[in-house]
């Protein structure tokens, strides 16, 4: 008996291994190894034709905070997270409640609400580069309706990183919306009827029972508007270009200058493992605090 329990245990262990070997040999190949490995890298010094790559510890990270360019990328970056992501998930929200009430025209505002969506950021970025174009943009000739001079609004210190803001808003906003629609009718209707009967306002209704209903699918956009904001940079390339004088780049963007541009693989690594410190922590935080704060029907 104890034979055949162990040989049954044992076949379960195979057949729980062989179910999980596809799931661990993408996560070994894609993010468990690039990991380990941009480690490593980070570890060891630029190499070149007259110096060869030797091991410097924790020199290039040392060397990253001493970079007053770093601190910029790393300013505008808290910026650019700290705009993008409340109100991008407030606006969808927004968008979300009026899109699921019984309005006229229904499907067409969710398509239209959802059209930026999927527009390919490149093209977003071109078609927005047609608004901020000094003298010619939309921006300008409609400004010049009111006497209001040229802005140069991609090529200003003051302008630029604002400018790539509004254009990220308009590209994510739509695809949160989707999110929060879907949440927003999986709400069983008695709850409205309740409310209603015992006299609730709209605003109550909303505040009280909507809002709480929908804290798991907040966590959910929260935490990938969190990843957008480090990780969507395609627009930088069309618009800026992390211009002028740094005043619009992020993160992401000048771990690919560094790389590719630069040619420092070490001080691109070493950002990208700060990154990805960063991020993880953010993510222990919402496994181990947030969730449990959280009711999930």
């Given at each position: 008996m104890s034979t055949h329990a162990n040989l049954e245990r044992r076949r379960q262990a195979i057949y729980g291994w062989l179910l999980l070997s596809p799931a661990l040999v993408l996560l070994s190949a894609f993010?468990?190894?690039?990991?380990?490995?941009?480690?490593?890298?980070?570890?060891?010094s630029r190499g070149t034709r007259r110096r060869p790559v030797e091991y410097v510890g924790f020199e290039n990270y040392s060397d990253l905070f001493a970079d007053p360019t770093f601190w910029l990328v790393v300013k505008n970056n808290l910026m650019y997270a700290g705009v993008t992501i409340p109100v991008s998930m407030g606006i969808a929200l927004a968008m979300a409640l009026w899109a699921n009430?019984?309005?006229?025209?229904?499907?067409?505002?969710?398509?239209?609400y959802f059209t930026p969506t999927v527009l390919p950021m490149i093209a977003a970025a071109?078609?927005?580069?047609?608004f901020y174009t000094p003298g010619l943009g939309v921006l300008d000739q409609i400004g010049s309706v009111f006497g209001l001079p040229s802005v140069n609004w991609l090529g200003q210190p003051e302008t630029a990183l604002w400018a790539i803001i509004i254009v990220t808003i308009w590209k994510e906003a739509g695809f949160f919306m989707i999110f929060y629609l879907a949440a927003l009718q999986t709400i069983p209707e008695e709850l409205k009827e309740a409310a209603d009967i015992e006299g609730a306002s709209?605003?109550?209704?909303?505040?009280?029972?909507?809002?709480?209903l929908l804290m798991p699918t907040t966590l959910f956009i929260a935490v990938n508007a969190l990843i957008n904001s480090v990780k969507l940079i395609d627009h930088l390339f069309i618009l800026t270009k992390g211009g002028p004088s740094d005043a619009s780049k992020l993160l992401l963007y000048y771990i690919w200058e560094m790389a590719f541009a630069f040619f420092d693989a070490p001080s691109a690594a070493a950002m990208t493992v700060m990154v990805i410190v960063v991020l993880a922590i953010i993510a222990a935080i919402k496994f181990s605090y947030l969730d449990k704060r959280?009711?999930?029907q």
């Amino acid at each position: 008996m104890s034979t055949h329990a162990n040989l049954e245990r044992r076949r379960q262990a195979i057949y729980g291994w062989l179910l999980l070997s596809p799931a661990l040999v993408l996560l070994s190949a894609f993010a468990f190894y690039p990991s380990i490995a941009t480690l490593w890298t980070s570890l060891f010094s630029r190499g070149t034709r007259r110096r060869p790559v030797e091991y410097v510890g924790f020199e290039n990270y040392s060397d990253l905070f001493a970079d007053p360019t770093f601190w910029l990328v790393v300013k505008n970056n808290l910026m650019y997270a700290g705009v993008t992501i409340p109100v991008s998930m407030g606006i969808a929200l927004a968008m979300a409640l009026w899109a699921n009430g019984k309005i006229r025209a229904r499907g067409f505002v969710r398509t239209a609400y959802f059209t930026p969506t999927v527009l390919p950021m490149i093209a977003a970025a071109n078609l927005w580069l047609f608004f901020y174009t000094p003298g010619l943009g939309v921006l300008d000739q409609i400004g010049s309706v009111f006497g209001l001079p040229s802005v140069n609004w991609l090529g200003q210190p003051e302008t630029a990183l604002w400018a790539i803001i509004i254009v990220t808003i308009w590209k994510e906003a739509g695809f949160f919306m989707i999110f929060y629609l879907a949440a927003l009718q999986t709400i069983p209707e008695e709850l409205k009827e309740a409310a209603d009967i015992e006299g609730a306002s709209r605003w109550t209704y909303t505040r009280r029972i909507v809002l709480p209903l929908l804290m798991p699918t907040t966590l959910f956009i929260a935490v990938n508007a969190l990843i957008n904001s480090v990780k969507l940079i395609d627009h930088l390339f069309i618009l800026t270009k992390g211009g002028p004088s740094d005043a619009s780049k992020l993160l992401l963007y000048y771990i690919w200058e560094m790389a590719f541009a630069f040619f420092d693989a070490p001080s691109a690594a070493a950002m990208t493992v700060m990154v990805i410190v960063v991020l993880a922590i953010i993510a222990a935080i919402k496994f181990s605090y947030l969730d449990k704060r959280t009711h999930y029907q």
